[in-house]
């Protein structure tokens, strides 16, 4: 194996950033159960609603804190929302679930269960780019329609969604906006109000603080399920004694986000358009999936015609480079990518796709380095391959 | 077998997956005698087997596939095991045979394994047809998998490729599992490895 690393993939998650891992390691003395009224639970508290204050201005909502429900991390947030349409679903007269096929599993998977006990459920399509198909959704709408659940950016091709545009013609249509902003946030602007929602969830270990925490920003008044029912934690919102030190890191990560935001966008899309640029120079054939210009900056999804994706990553991996694919094998079912599918790429590319998403430590020589080892790879891989290029 | 991918990283997995033995290679000129394909692309992973032949002994061979680091790693292994064999004892290795000598495999990497052996009958059955034998091999290696009416592995393979898709369609086709029943686990996950390799759609 290779002794030099480069990892690629931040999407799948972040490594701490030293500042977040700081804070966490300063803070770590403070163990008191923050709903104690004792003067360290007091401290603890204050910590937990120092960081709630950061989280809350990271998506624009910084006068309103409130608004944040801290969760163990955007799965737990997608299905409290999940949970909470089922309960409105069954008492009120609107039912209707709206949302789209390329979804994160932890959203699809909700929205199926809802379907199976008997939500009428739509998956809107997206086109060849994974933009939704907005004329799918309004025909959708209805005044049936309980909850859009859209996410604002897809983890692996990076298509960017018309947030504001959909919120509108969602709460135009009277219906509950949620958004899955896990991937979105720290890489674009994210504004819960712009965008009308509801609901928004995130989660801390995509931007870099640590596993296991994240956030559901609940509009006022927006009604709510708790999924975990306990102790007054989170307004009821959400039981359980309060994740101290993840708290904390996520406030840490979220004020670093927000302060490196710009400066992150412009420097980490330089480096992946100067990926892209190397690789469709150096290797016949390629195809770039995912939105050309809607995209997350970090993240580039190329599909390899002829060569078979797992194989690619592993080797890839042998030469040190650290990324994932939408290929079946790699998967461990039989089926590749749902979200390439859905783009109509068709089963081929999208077994033969590779997703780099960069990240903050992504430095120029880890771009050329990749840029000298795929190539090969790709062209032995062809060249052993039962498929044309 | 510890993690997903920890088995990549044996050596023996290593070196077959980096150096893959006996890849076909158009400069060489290699002219199969004999040649069997399976699998599909649309499954991710297809498969090509070429034989050169000398009175049904197997003296070289060539492969080629579109597959993942396990099905590349057992084909390799596997073209290296089958030259000097007679067809015969080539038709009886089984993916268990090559899947040991890598170390072993996870369970969700045996079903890619599989793909090197099925192209490699495939290839014997095409001699086995230019040389007026047909179907000769059928029951070779084959094995019992419903003992109340005698299905094997092999009339399961053969319902598929006749288009059992389901346990429904392959017990119309085979009457398996239709007496006591016990044979209903092992020949379903038959049915699922089956149709992924040889279904269409
Ligand atoms: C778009 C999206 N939503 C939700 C999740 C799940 O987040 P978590 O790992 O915090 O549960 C992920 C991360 O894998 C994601 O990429
Ligand atoms: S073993 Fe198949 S029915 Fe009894």
Redesign the interface.
């Known amino acids: 194996m290779s002794s030099r690393r480069v990892y690629m993939d931040y999407n799948a998650t972040t490594p701490l950033h030293p500042s977040v891992q700081e804070a966490m390691v300063r803070d770590l003395e403070i163990f008191a159960n923050a709903s104690s009224m004792h003067e360290d639970g007091r401290k603890a508290r204050g910590r937990v609603e120092e960081a709630r204050k950061a989280v809350a201005e990271l998506i624009g909502c910084g006068d309103n804190p409130e608004q944040i429900v801290f969760t163990s991390g955007g799965s737990e947030s997608n299905n409290t929302v999940f949970a909470t349409m089922f309960h409105l679903g069954r008492k009120g007269p609107r039912r209707g679930i709206i949302t789209s096929a390329i979804e994160h599993p932890c959203v699809l998977n909700a929205a199926k269960w809802l379907e199976s006990e008997g939500f009428p459920v739509t998956f809107l399509k997206v086109d060849e780019y994974g933009k939704l198909d907005m004329s799918q959704l309004k025909a959708s709408l209805g005044p049936d329609t309980l909850l859009v659940s859209i996410m604002a950016a897809n983890n692996e091709i990076g298509t960017i969604q018309d947030m504001a545009e959909i919120g509108a013609l969602a709460k135009a249509s009277g219906a509950y906006f949620h958004s899955d902003a896990t991937q979105a946030v720290g890489k674009i602007p994210v504004c819960a109000d712009d965008w009308k929602a509801d609901y928004l969830t995130m989660s801390c270990h995509k931007l870099y603080g640590p596993k296991g925490v994240g956030a559901l920003y609940l509009r006022k008044g927006a009604p709510l399920e708790p999924l975990i029912r306990g102790g007054h934690q989170e307004h009821g919102h959400r039981a359980g004694t309060y994740n101290n030190i993840g708290i904390l890191g996520f406030g840490q990560a979220a004020r670093l986000a927000k302060e490196e935001l710009p400066e992150y966008a412009r420097r980490v899309f330089a480096l992946r358009n100067k990926l892209r640029d190397g690789l469709v120079a150096a290797i016949p054939k390629v195809r770039v999936n995912g939105h050309p210009v809607n995209v997350l900056p970090n993240t580039l999804n190329l599909s390899f015609p002829g060569a078979e994706g797992e194989a690619i990553l592993l080797y890839l991996d042998l030469a040190g480079i650290e990324v994932s694919t939408g290929s079946a094998c790699a998967s461990g079912s039989l089926e590749p990518s749902h979200v390439l599918l859905a783009t109509g790429v068709g089963p081929e590319l999208a077994h033969g796709s590779i997703r780099f998403s960069l990240g903050r430590a992504t430095s120029e020589e880890d771009v050329d380095y990749i840029i000298e080892q795929l190539p090969p790879i790709i062209k032995r891989l062809r060249a052993m391959s039962t498929v044309e290029a | 077998m510890g993690d997903?991918?920890s088995w990549?990283?044996s050596d023996v997995v290593?070196d077959h997956?980096?150096n893959?033995k006996n890849?076909?290679?158009p400069d060489e000129g290699f002219e199969p005698d004999a040649q069997g394909?399976t699998g599909n692309?649309?499954?991710?992973?297809?498969?090509?087997f070429m034989l050169k032949l000398k009175d049904d002994v197997i003296e070289d061979v060539r492969w080629?596939?579109?597959?993942?680091?396990?099905a590349?790693a057992s084909t390799s292994m596997l073209s290296e095991v089958v030259k000097g064999l007679t067809i015969k004892d080539a038709y009886n290795i089984k993916p268990d045979d090559i899947a040991q000598r890598l170390g072993g495999l996870p369970d969700?990497k045996i079903h890619?394994s599989v793909l090197g052996d099925k192209a490699l009958r495939a290839a014997i059955d095409d001699h086995l047809a230019k040389t007026g034998r047909e179907g000769a091999f059928r029951n070779e290696g084959a094995r019992i998998i419903c003992t109340c009416l005698n299905v094997s592995d092999r009339d399961i393979e053969d319902a598929v490729k006749q288009g059992a898709r389901d346990w429904e369609g392959l017990q119309a086709r085979t009457k398996i599992g239709t007496v006591c029943g016990g044979c209903k686990k092992e020949a379903e996950e038959l049915l699922h490895e089956y149709v992924?390799i040889f279904a269409e759609e």
């Open positions: 997903a991918f990549l990283y290593k997956f980096m893959p890849v076909f290679n394909m692309v649309k499954c991710g992973d297809q498969m090509l080629k596939t579109y597959g993942c680091a396990s590349i969700n890619c992924h």
